[in-house]
C-alpha cells in the first residue's frame, strides 16, 4: 500500500494557502458557506482542468471514482455537481483571477533566465510577445448579449505571452466580435 501523496496533492502542495485565503477574504467567497469552501472549490477546478474534464457530471464522476483518496488530495468532502455549478455561478470570478496572477508575479522569476529554445527573435534585446486569441462558443439564447454571428454567441479570451517564459502578460475577456487588432489598442 502506497503511503505517500498523490501527484495531485504534490503539485496543489506548492501553492500558498495564505495567499489563496488573502483573495478569498477580500473578496469574501466564504461567506455564508457550509460545507464548500472557495478552496475546494478550486481544487475541483483545478482537477478538473489538469484532467481534461469536459463537463460538470465528468468532475463529479471522475472524482466519486477517487473517493477513497478525495482526503490525501486535499478535499474536505465529495463534490456534487449541483453543489459545483451553483459555487461557479455565485462566486465571485475575481478570487481566482487574482490567485492566478499572484502565481503569475511568482513563476515570472523562475523562468526569467531560460535560454530561449527557437532562433527566432533570439538575437533581439527587447522581449518578445505572441497574441493569442480563442474564441469560446456560447449559447445565443442564454448570452443574446454576445451576439458573434447571426445565430451563435461567443467571447473571446486575448492572452498576450512572452514567448522566452511562455508566461502570460495580459489577459482580456471581449465580446466575440472585437478584432484582435482592438486589443493591441487596449495595450498601448
Known sequence: MNHGQT????????????EFRRWVNRYQGNRGVRSFSCWDQFLAMTFAQLTFRESLRDIEDSLAALQPKLYHMGFHSAVKRATLADANEARDWRIFADFAHSLIRLARPLYAATPLDIDFGADLEATLYALDATVIDLCLSLFPWAQFRRAKAAVKLHTLIEVRTFMPAFIDITAGKVHDVKVLDLLI
Open 7 to 18: 501527484v495531485f496533492a504534490q503539485l496543489i502542495h506548492h501553492l500558498s494557502h495564505d
